[in-house]
Protein backbone atom coordinates (compact mmCIF):
# COMPACT_ATOMS: atom_id res chain seq x y z
CA UNK A 1 0.00 0.00 0.00
CA UNK A 2 1.79 3.24 -1.29
CA UNK A 3 -0.45 5.98 -0.66
CA UNK A 4 -3.23 6.84 1.52
CA UNK A 5 -5.50 6.56 -0.78
CA UNK A 6 -4.68 3.10 -1.80
CA UNK A 7 -4.61 2.03 2.04
CA UNK A 8 -8.59 3.67 1.82
CA UNK A 9 -9.42 1.57 -1.40
CA UNK A 10 -8.13 -1.60 0.66
CA UNK A 11 -10.12 -1.15 3.35
CA UNK A 12 -13.44 -0.24 2.23
CA UNK A 13 -13.00 -3.37 0.54
CA UNK A 14 -12.18 -5.60 3.76
CA UNK A 15 -13.65 -8.81 4.75
CA UNK A 16 -10.54 -9.57 6.48
CA UNK A 17 -12.74 -9.90 10.37
CA UNK A 18 -15.73 -10.31 10.17
CA UNK A 19 -17.45 -6.42 10.75
CA UNK A 20 -16.61 -6.65 7.06
CA UNK A 21 -20.28 -7.92 6.87
CA UNK A 22 -21.92 -5.79 9.15
CA UNK A 23 -20.92 -1.95 7.77
CA UNK A 24 -22.65 0.25 5.69
CA UNK A 25 -19.50 1.78 4.91
CA UNK A 26 -15.77 1.09 6.27
CA UNK A 27 -13.98 4.31 7.71
CA UNK A 28 -10.82 4.12 6.47
CA UNK A 29 -9.91 7.96 8.55
CA UNK A 30 -9.43 11.29 6.69
CA UNK A 31 -6.74 14.10 6.50
CA UNK A 32 -3.28 15.36 4.38
CA UNK A 33 -0.14 12.62 4.38
CA UNK A 34 1.68 15.62 5.47
CA UNK A 35 -0.76 16.15 8.98
CA UNK A 36 1.57 17.11 11.72
CA UNK A 37 -0.30 15.01 14.22
CA UNK A 38 -2.80 12.32 14.27
CA UNK A 39 -5.42 11.42 16.11
CA UNK A 40 -6.36 7.99 17.06
CA UNK A 41 -9.66 7.00 18.00
CA UNK A 42 -11.34 3.15 19.01
CA UNK A 43 -13.44 2.31 16.15
CA UNK A 44 -16.88 3.64 13.78
CA UNK A 45 -19.70 4.43 15.89
CA UNK A 46 -23.85 4.75 14.06
CA UNK A 47 -22.92 7.98 12.16
CA UNK A 48 -19.12 7.29 10.96
CA UNK A 49 -20.50 4.03 9.81
CA UNK A 50 -23.66 5.56 7.69
CA UNK A 51 -21.12 8.34 6.39
CA UNK A 52 -17.69 6.32 6.27
CA UNK A 53 -16.04 9.47 7.86
CA UNK A 54 -14.32 9.26 11.37
CA UNK A 55 -15.69 11.23 14.09
CA UNK A 56 -18.64 12.89 12.48
CA UNK A 57 -21.05 11.88 15.34
CA UNK A 58 -21.59 13.47 18.80
CA UNK A 59 -17.99 12.36 19.69
CA UNK A 60 -16.80 14.29 16.39
CA UNK A 61 -18.90 17.33 17.64
CA UNK A 62 -16.89 17.74 20.48
CA UNK A 63 -13.60 16.76 18.91
CA UNK A 64 -14.28 19.97 16.60
CA UNK A 65 -14.82 22.17 18.99
CA UNK A 66 -11.22 20.60 20.49
CA UNK A 67 -9.46 21.26 18.00
CA UNK A 68 -11.00 24.63 16.93
CA UNK A 69 -9.75 25.36 20.73
CA UNK A 70 -6.50 24.45 20.53
CA UNK A 71 -6.43 25.96 17.15
CA UNK A 72 -5.80 22.83 14.66
CA UNK A 73 -7.81 22.87 11.51
CA UNK A 74 -9.52 19.44 10.92
CA UNK A 75 -8.66 19.77 7.22
CA UNK A 76 -4.55 19.81 8.65
CA UNK A 77 -4.77 17.03 10.92
CA UNK A 78 -5.04 13.06 10.12
CA UNK A 79 -8.09 11.26 12.12
CA UNK A 80 -7.95 7.75 11.90
CA UNK A 81 -9.10 4.57 14.46
CA UNK A 82 -7.99 1.56 15.90
CA UNK A 83 -10.54 -0.46 13.58
CA UNK A 84 -12.08 0.90 10.79
CA UNK A 85 -15.78 -0.52 10.72
CA UNK A 86 -18.56 -0.32 13.23
CA UNK A 87 -18.81 -3.38 15.92
CA UNK A 88 -22.32 -4.09 16.16
CA UNK A 89 -23.99 -2.24 18.59
CA UNK A 90 -20.98 0.10 19.13
CA UNK A 91 -19.43 -2.45 21.59
CA UNK A 92 -15.82 -2.32 22.52
CA UNK A 93 -13.50 -3.90 19.48
CA UNK A 94 -11.84 -7.18 19.99
CA UNK A 95 -8.25 -7.86 19.84
CA UNK A 96 -8.80 -9.85 17.12
CA UNK A 97 -10.48 -7.36 14.79
CA UNK A 98 -7.61 -4.53 16.15
CA UNK A 99 -4.51 -7.24 14.77
CA UNK A 100 -6.95 -8.00 11.53
CA UNK A 101 -7.54 -4.27 10.76
CA UNK A 102 -3.57 -2.83 12.49
CA UNK A 103 -1.96 -3.23 8.84
CA UNK A 104 -4.11 -0.50 7.80
CA UNK A 105 -3.20 1.87 10.43
CA UNK A 106 0.77 1.03 10.97
CA UNK A 107 1.11 1.37 6.98
CA UNK A 108 -1.21 5.10 7.87
CA UNK A 109 1.33 5.97 10.53
CA UNK A 110 4.34 5.36 8.25
CA UNK A 111 2.89 7.14 5.17
CA UNK A 112 2.03 10.39 7.52
CA UNK A 113 5.37 10.37 9.65
CA UNK A 114 3.64 12.68 12.02
CA UNK A 115 5.60 14.42 14.39
CA UNK A 116 2.70 13.65 17.31
CA UNK A 117 0.55 10.55 17.89
CA UNK A 118 -2.63 11.77 19.83
CA UNK A 119 -4.25 8.46 20.88
CA UNK A 120 -7.95 9.10 22.10
CA UNK A 121 -9.31 6.51 24.52
CA UNK A 122 -7.60 3.41 25.70
CA UNK A 123 -8.17 0.95 22.53
CA UNK A 124 -5.46 2.83 21.05
CA UNK A 125 -3.04 4.36 23.98
CA UNK A 126 -2.68 0.16 24.54
CA UNK A 127 -1.77 -0.08 21.00
CA UNK A 128 1.52 1.43 22.59
CA UNK A 129 1.36 1.15 25.65
CA UNK A 130 -0.39 -2.11 26.36
CA UNK A 131 -1.52 -2.70 29.74
CA UNK A 132 -1.57 1.33 31.21
CA UNK A 133 -4.58 2.93 32.39
CA UNK A 134 -5.36 5.48 30.16
CA UNK A 135 -6.39 7.75 33.70
CA UNK A 136 -2.99 7.57 34.66
CA UNK A 137 -0.83 7.83 31.07
CA UNK A 138 -3.05 10.88 29.80
CA UNK A 139 -2.02 14.13 29.78
CA UNK A 140 2.03 13.13 29.38
CA UNK A 141 3.85 13.10 25.95
CA UNK A 142 5.56 10.03 25.79
CA UNK A 143 8.14 8.04 23.00
CA UNK A 144 7.36 5.07 22.13
CA UNK A 145 9.41 3.36 19.24
CA UNK A 146 10.64 6.85 17.62
CA UNK A 147 7.23 8.34 17.91
CA UNK A 148 5.97 10.78 20.04
CA UNK A 149 2.83 10.18 21.92
CA UNK A 150 0.38 11.91 23.53
CA UNK A 151 -2.64 10.44 25.22
CA UNK A 152 -6.13 11.75 25.89
CA UNK A 153 -9.49 10.87 27.10
CA UNK A 154 -11.94 9.46 24.43
CA UNK A 155 -14.18 12.42 23.50
CA UNK A 156 -17.35 9.93 24.38
CA UNK A 157 -16.08 9.62 27.98
CA UNK A 158 -15.88 13.37 28.08
CA UNK A 159 -19.74 13.74 26.74
CA UNK A 160 -20.86 11.19 29.40
CA UNK A 161 -18.92 12.93 32.96
CA UNK A 162 -18.05 16.22 33.43
CA UNK A 163 -14.75 15.42 35.44
CA UNK A 164 -13.38 14.06 32.55
CA UNK A 165 -14.89 16.66 30.23
CA UNK A 166 -12.71 18.94 32.23
CA UNK A 167 -9.27 16.87 31.52
CA UNK A 168 -9.93 16.31 28.01
CA UNK A 169 -9.89 20.20 27.62
CA UNK A 170 -7.22 20.86 29.70
CA UNK A 171 -4.62 17.82 27.32
CA UNK A 172 -6.26 19.91 24.25
CA UNK A 173 -5.24 23.60 25.71
CA UNK A 174 -1.52 21.80 25.98
CA UNK A 175 -1.92 20.22 22.06
CA UNK A 176 -0.17 23.76 20.71
CA UNK A 177 2.64 23.99 22.31
CA UNK A 178 3.65 20.25 22.90
CA UNK A 179 3.27 20.07 18.57
CA UNK A 180 6.30 22.76 18.76
CA UNK A 181 8.11 21.19 20.93
CA UNK A 182 7.85 17.65 18.93
CA UNK A 183 8.53 19.82 16.20
CA UNK A 184 11.95 21.26 17.54
CA UNK A 185 12.83 17.67 19.02
CA UNK A 186 14.12 14.79 16.94
CA UNK A 187 12.87 11.75 18.13
CA UNK A 188 16.28 10.58 18.88
CA UNK A 189 16.76 12.73 20.72
CA UNK A 190 13.42 13.00 22.92
CA UNK A 191 13.49 11.99 26.31
CA UNK A 192 12.18 8.15 27.11
CA UNK A 193 10.24 7.98 29.48
CA UNK A 194 8.64 4.80 30.79
CA UNK A 195 5.63 4.47 33.31
CA UNK A 196 5.41 1.93 35.83
CA UNK A 197 2.83 -0.62 34.76
CA UNK A 198 -0.65 -0.24 36.57
CA UNK A 199 -1.73 -4.21 37.59
CA UNK A 200 -4.65 -4.91 34.89
CA UNK A 201 -7.12 -5.35 38.03
CA UNK A 202 -6.79 -1.65 38.94
CA UNK A 203 -7.42 -0.24 35.94
CA UNK A 204 -11.21 1.89 35.13
CA UNK A 205 -13.01 1.17 32.05
CA UNK A 206 -12.62 4.95 30.85
CA UNK A 207 -12.59 4.63 27.04
N1 LIG B 1 -15.49 7.24 18.21
C1 LIG B 1 -14.31 6.82 17.71
O1 LIG B 1 -13.47 6.30 18.43
N2 LIG B 1 -14.08 6.99 16.43
C2 LIG B 1 -14.95 7.56 15.61
O2 LIG B 1 -14.65 7.69 14.43
C3 LIG B 1 -16.16 8.02 16.16
C4 LIG B 1 -16.42 7.85 17.45
Redesign the pocket.
Known amino acids: MDSLSEIADRVRICQDCPLGTGRTNA ?1 PGEGPVDAEVMFI ?5 FQ ?1 DRQGR ?2 V ?1 P ?2 QFLDQLLADAGLSRERVFIA ?1 MIKCRPPQNRDPVPAEMAACSKYLNRQIELIDPKLIVT ?2 RFSLGRFFPGESISRARGRVRQKDGRAIYPIM ?1 P ?1 AGLRREEMKASIIQDFKALPGLLEEAARTPAAEAVVDEAPQEPPAKQLNLF
Open positions: VGEGPGEPFGAGNLGHA
